[in-house]
């Protein structure tokens, strides 16, 4: 007998007696304002939220705020003029240079500050974890109440997706929060009022 | 690491040795359990959410066939290859199997406290593999050639002092140095170079879904996923009660997770892997190493319900002040007292007898495991069956024979207390264990049975 009917058979013996299912898995949560709750969680594990009305005041921005990096990547066709490197590279190796990558995200949770993302939107997945520095850009209305109302909008998935909340982290000396572990030392969220 | 067994009580006397140091690791997760306690509090929901995970868990342990067969079928027909592993010793082969078939001998690996159970890294390392452990506190302690001391905080029982000497020693870094900020870019430099350069990448599993036949990992420092999105092979080491049915169950779990452990919303990243990028292979490993035992003890199969959020701990008087490694388990605390004796009893006989049996582990527990009553049953159990040193067995008998005879019952407490009033040396003094860090308490005049008589009689 294989192990997998090995373990599949002692299961069937041994597992208890049939236990339905909860009837309810999922609540509420009810914020007067479901970005203002968004900005504070996030605005609490360091993460800053810009409000830009297009894409054009994007670019603008994203000039502003890295003036003087090299090595910019970008998801987004409208700040393509701003990118200097290329994601075209199949290798993720190559992605070890990047200092600040600015992607298209899909939503976020104001319960948590957690941001979707998926390889719907990616070229590599290594990508927000391997720059120095990240930002997100989400659409100003895509942003719901909790967890629950997340799953609800992801019955769809693709191969890979994450929720990311704020920069990489660790307390593990000492309980000393440091921002900046292994993933990105910075985040920012861009919430864009039109596409 | 296989060592020899030292009691819980033994190892616990040693670490209980420097005061201050015993102080400030009680106070360091009395802290990580208040913020638990606030974070908690902002979910008018909690208790709900608390009662709904625990629902969903005891459907999972009566339908555990079917959704691991589910999963299986799903994971298959997203191209992840399924390995089924009975116990500790066969995970470890189908890890080294693996590695071999692709000529790769130095893996990274995020916290997985499943491979610390099969005591993987050191098997591997025998076989001329190197595990390079990617969490910082997971890494330091790798270091120190020590298994970690808590399930969420690994190295929750160094000073950044014992951190910065192995930094120096290891690392590089200037000698004396303690500055957490300092210490943590050490680490990152050191790892990312690991990250770059390693084919193979192990993770552990946060919960793995029977719908989608995908699965979750939730870490704070993107370890995880730095690993295994660079490596050409992922593997992903799962204990089989880590399935869950649905997708949309993940919002009860993800909300309680984080907030249990460390009082955080949600941790940082939780990756969903569903399928393999392209070009990339991922290998699911399902353990069972006595799971399915744990399954059919009535009694104790309420422990494959933990998320491993280490709650439990955080909030035990015995783990906060007898620190993790005195528990000689993968997983210490609470929860490990009661998943330990199922893998083995004779040499986790003393586990269930390290708690105080205040239940705080039940209250805090965001999956409503009968934690304290599970170590209560333990007992009685592991007494029955012989497994307890003769001495406690002894004492317990004796107290089976007063307890049971009133008369001799008053006679004695007649005496102790008469015996404790006039010459008190005999109970305060070191061959009595009670008298250990404590005062002995003053004897009464009679006993309460006395005064209840005399009162009714008048």
Same mark, same amino acid.
């Given at each position: 007998?294989?192990?997998?009917?090995?373990?599949?058979?002692?299961?069937?013996?041994?597992?208890?007696?049939?236990?339905?299912?909860?009837?309810?898995?999922?609540?509420?949560?009810?914020?007067?304002?479901?970005?203002?709750?968004?900005?504070?969680?996030?605005?609490?594990?360091?993460?800053?939220?810009?409000?830009?009305?297009?894409?054009?005041?994007?670019?603008?921005?994203?000039?502003?705020?890295?003036?003087?990096?090299?090595?910019?990547?970008?998801?987004?066709?409208?700040?393509?003029?701003?990118?200097?490197?290329?994601?075209?590279?199949?290798?993720?190796?190559?992605?070890?240079?990047?200092?600040?990558?600015?992607?298209?995200?899909?939503?976020?949770?104001?319960?948590?500050?957690?941001?979707?993302?998926?390889?719907?939107?990616?070229?590599?997945?290594?990508?927000?974890?391997?720059?120095?520095?990240?930002?997100?850009?989400?659409?100003?209305?895509?942003?719901?109440?909790?967890?629950?109302?997340?799953?609800?909008?992801?019955?769809?998935?693709?191969?890979?997706?994450?929720?990311?909340?704020?920069?990489?982290?660790?307390?593990?000396?000492?309980?000393?929060?440091?921002?900046?572990?292994?993933?990105?030392?910075?985040?920012?969220?861009?919430?864009?009022?039109?596409? | 690491?296989?060592?020899?067994?030292?009691?819980?009580?033994?190892?616990?006397?040693?670490?209980?040795?420097?005061?201050?140091?015993?102080?400030?690791?009680?106070?360091?997760?009395?802290?990580?359990?208040?913020?638990?306690?606030?974070?908690?509090?902002?979910?008018?929901?909690?208790?709900?959410?608390?009662?709904?995970?625990?629902?969903?868990?005891?459907?999972?342990?009566?339908?555990?066939?079917?959704?691991?067969?589910?999963?299986?079928?799903?994971?298959?027909?997203?191209?992840?290859?399924?390995?089924?592993?009975?116990?500790?010793?066969?995970?470890?082969?189908?890890?080294?199997?693996?590695?071999?078939?692709?000529?790769?001998?130095?893996?990274?690996?995020?916290?997985?406290?499943?491979?610390?159970?099969?005591?993987?890294?050191?098997?591997?390392?025998?076989?001329?593999?190197?595990?390079?452990?990617?969490?910082?506190?997971?890494?330091?302690?790798?270091?120190?050639?020590?298994?970690?001391?808590?399930?969420?905080?690994?190295?929750?029982?160094?000073?950044?002092?014992?951190?910065?000497?192995?930094?120096?020693?290891?690392?590089?870094?200037?000698?004396?140095?303690?500055?957490?900020?300092?210490?943590?870019?050490?680490?990152?430099?050191?790892?990312?170079?690991?990250?770059?350069?390693?084919?193979?990448?192990?993770?552990?599993?946060?919960?793995?879904?029977?719908?989608?036949?995908?699965?979750?990992?939730?870490?704070?420092?993107?370890?995880?996923?730095?690993?295994?999105?660079?490596?050409?092979?992922?593997?992903?080491?799962?204990?089989?009660?880590?399935?869950?049915?649905?997708?949309?169950?993940?919002?009860?779990?993800?909300?309680?997770?984080?907030?249990?452990?460390?009082?955080?919303?949600?941790?940082?990243?939780?990756?969903?892997?569903?399928?393999?990028?392209?070009?990339?292979?991922?290998?699911?490993?399902?353990?069972?190493?006595?799971?399915?035992?744990?399954?059919?003890?009535?009694?104790?199969?309420?422990?494959?319900?933990?998320?491993? &959020? /280490?709650? !439990?701990? +955080?909030? %035990? *008087? =015995?783990?906060?002040?007898?620190?993790?490694?005195? #528990?000689?388990?993968?997983?210490?605390?609470?929860?490990?007292?009661?998943?330990?004796?199922?893998?083995?009893?004779?040499?986790?006989?003393?586990?269930?007898?390290?708690?105080?049996? &205040? /239940?705080? !582990?039940? +209250?805090? %527990? *965001? =999956?409503?495991?009968?934690?304290?009553?599970?170590? #209560?049953?333990?007992?009685?159990?592991?007494?029955?069956?012989?497994?307890?040193?003769?001495?406690?067995?002894?004492?317990?008998?004796?107290?089976?024979?007063?307890?049971?005879?009133?008369?001799?019952?008053?006679?004695?407490?007649?005496?102790?207390?008469?015996?404790?009033?006039?010459?008190?040396?005999?109970?305060?003094?070191?061959?009595?264990?009670?008298?250990?860090?404590?005062?002995?308490?003053?004897?009464?005049?009679?006993?309460?049975?006395?005064?209840?008589?005399?009162?009714?009689?008048?």
């Amino acid at each position: 007998m294989t192990s997998r009917e090995k373990i599949l058979q002692q299961i069937k013996l041994n597992k208890p007696a049939e236990t339905p299912f909860p009837e309810t898995t999922r609540f509420d949560s009810l914020y007067e304002n479901t970005e203002e709750k968004f900005i504070e969680t996030l605005t609490a594990i360091y993460t800053e939220v810009i409000v830009v009305k297009d894409l054009a005041e994007l670019a603008r921005k994203a000039d502003e705020l890295y003036a003087s990096v090299a090595n910019r990547a970008t998801t987004i066709p409208a700040l393509s003029n701003w990118a200097d490197f290329s994601l075209n590279n199949p290798d993720p190796h190559a992605l070890e240079l990047i200092e600040i990558a600015i992607l298209q995200a899909e939503f976020g949770v104001a319960e948590n500050g957690a941001i979707w993302i998926s390889d719907a939107h990616l070229p590599h997945r290594a990508l927000p974890f391997i720059t120095q520095n990240l930002a997100f850009v989400i659409p100003r209305k895509a942003i719901v109440n909790n967890m629950h109302d997340a799953y609800e909008r992801l019955t769809e998935t693709t191969g890979w997706g994450c929720f990311i909340s704020g920069p990489s982290k660790t307390a593990d000396i000492e309980q000393s929060l440091v921002i900046g572990a292994h993933g990105a030392r910075s985040l920012v969220i861009f919430l864009l009022e039109e596409a | 690491m296989s060592k020899a067994i030292i009691e819980h009580s033994v190892a616990s006397e040693t670490f209980n040795k420097d005061e201050p140091y015993v102080d400030w690791h009680d106070e360091t997760l009395w802290f990580v359990r208040q913020k638990r306690d606030k974070s908690s509090k902002l979910l008018p929901e909690w208790e709900q959410l608390r009662e709904t995970a625990s629902g969903i868990k005891n459907y999972v342990l009566s339908h555990m066939d079917e959704l691991l067969i589910a999963f299986e079928q799903k994971a298959k027909e997203n191209g992840i290859h399924i390995h089924w592993a009975a116990d500790a010793a066969e995970h470890n082969e189908i890890v080294l199997n693996l590695l071999k078939q692709n000529n790769i001998d130095k893996m990274v690996k995020s916290k997985s406290m499943l491979t610390e159970e099969c005591h993987m890294n050191e098997f591997l390392s025998k076989s001329g593999i190197e595990v390079i452990d990617t969490d910082l506190g997971e890494r330091i302690v790798q270091l120190r050639n020590e298994p970690p001391s808590h399930i969420v905080l690994p190295a929750i029982h160094l000073k950044k002092k014992d951190i910065g000497d192995l930094f120096h020693e290891h690392l590089g870094t200037e000698a004396g140095a303690t500055d957490p900020q300092y210490l943590t870019e050490a680490a990152r430099q050191h790892l990312r170079d690991k990250f770059l350069t390693r084919r193979a990448a192990l993770t552990g599993v946060n919960f793995a879904i029977a719908e989608t036949g995908g699965f979750v990992v939730s870490t704070n420092e993107g370890n995880a996923d730095m690993g295994a999105h660079l490596a050409d092979i992922h593997i992903a080491s799962m204990g089989f009660e880590k399935i869950i049915p649905k997708q949309k169950d993940l919002a009860v779990f993800l909300r309680l997770l984080a907030r249990s452990a460390t009082g955080q919303p949600i941790t940082t990243y939780s990756s969903h892997f569903k399928k393999p990028r392209e070009g990339q292979e991922m290998h699911i490993i399902i353990v069972d190493n006595g799971r399915t035992t744990q399954l059919g003890r009535a009694d104790f199969r309420n422990s494959l319900k933990c998320i491993r &959020c /280490g709650a !439990c701990m +955080n909030t %035990c *008087p =015995v783990y906060r002040r007898s620190g993790g490694h005195s #528990y000689h388990n993968a997983v210490a605390g609470p929860i490990g007292s009661i998943l330990a004796p199922n893998l083995d009893m004779t040499k986790n006989a003393d586990l269930p007898f390290a708690s105080t049996l &205040c /239940g705080s !582990c039940s +209250n805090v %527990c *965001p =999956v409503k495991i009968d934690i304290h009553d599970q170590l #209560y049953k333990w007992r009685q159990v592991l007494v029955k069956g012989g497994h307890v040193p003769q001495a406690k067995e002894l004492g317990i008998k004796a107290m089976s024979v007063v307890l049971s005879q009133p008369r001799f019952y008053q006679w004695s407490g007649r005496l102790g207390r008469s015996l404790m009033r006039t010459i008190p040396f005999v109970v305060n003094n070191g061959m009595n264990p009670w008298f250990k860090q404590r005062e002995m308490p003053e004897p009464p005049k009679e006993s309460f049975r006395d005064w209840y008589i005399r009162n009714r009689k008048e």
